[in-house]
């Protein structure tokens, strides 16, 4: 069964085409990466299919809800890590699950619980009172991923989840990630730059550049079809070796500009 599918995804801004034409599918339980250089077209990929972005053509559908006209069913599905990070810094760990707790209407009666159980699940119950301010890189990430996991989404959408994070941080959050998807069956979609991460979490990879799906398929496949022996070497010689400016401040322009 598949949680999400997208056909024939298309997102134009003006006479720029960001996403071309994409067609993919990502199992109920996989860990499926999306991957490409900066300015690929991922990070307006995932907005689009976290109901963020509007699409231009095409058709998103998340555990089986269309995002077009059935966008409150797909954001309660859902949980999304974003790259930039999104917590209120001048409230405590507490306060801000507690905020987001009462957006997605999780009952009063479990919801100091549910909060309690979260903070506990990433490390961070004992610093459930502590302003966020005081936090550290990998903490607030930690705890943003606690709070996507809080209304039990069924899938967990990580944008470049650990840009950033020193490396025992970045084990921590893979650790999490990999016991969530084999403990509560929770669908994982991340886009990252570290091929290394994706080679061994990943069940299924995308790789996308310039707006195009080049290929999709596991890690052995992929490398299989290129004629390469790492993964990294397949992704260079699809994607070319040219170095790619961050282009996500242009995108974001685009999107003033001509709305969403």
């Known amino acids: 069964m598949n949680s999400i599918s997208v056909k024939n995804l298309t997102k134009k801004f003006g006479n720029f085409t960001a996403v071309d ?22 990070s ?30 797909v954001r309660k599905s859902i949980g999304v ?27 009063s009666t479990i919801r100091k619980k549910r909060i309690d159980e979260m903070l506990d699940y990433v490390g961070l119950l004992s610093r459930k009172n502590d302003i966020v301010k005081t936090f550290s890189g990998g903490m ?21 989840p650990t840009l950033g994070l020193d490396v025992q941080t970045r084990a921590f959050l893979w650790a999490h990630i990999k016991k969530l998807n084999k403990d509560q069956k929770i669908t994982i979609f991340v886009t990252t730059h570290n091929m290394d991460e994706a080679e061994k979490i990943a069940t299924n990879i995308a790789i996308i550049d310039k707006g195009k799906l080049l290929i999709n398929g596991t890690s052995k496949q992929i490398k299989a079809r290129t004629k390469t ?3 990294e070497d397949a992704f260079l010689k699809l994607t070319g070796y040219s170095i790619r400016e961050q282009s996500g401040s242009n995108v974001d322009n685009l999107r003033k500009r001509f709305g969403r």
């Open 21 to 42: 034409d994409i067609s993919f599918e990502v199992l109920e339980g996989e860990i499926f990466a999306f991957l490409g250089p900066n300015g690929a077209g991922k």
């Open 44 to 73: 307006t990929t995932i907005k689009m299919m976290t109901t963020v972005l509007s699409l231009s053509n095409g058709s998103i559908h998340i555990n089986n809800h269309d995002s077009l006209t059935q966008k409150d069913l």
């Open 81 to 107: 890590i974003f790259q930039d990070h999104t917590l209120d810094d001048d409230l405590t760990a507490y306060e801000n699950l507690y905020y987001h707790s009462v957006l997605y209407k999780i009952p």
């Open 140 to 160: 607030k990430r930690r705890l943003e991923i606690a709070r996507g996991l809080l209304h039990s989404p069924k899938i967990l959408f990580l944008d470049e």
């Open 229 to 231: 022996k790492t993964l």
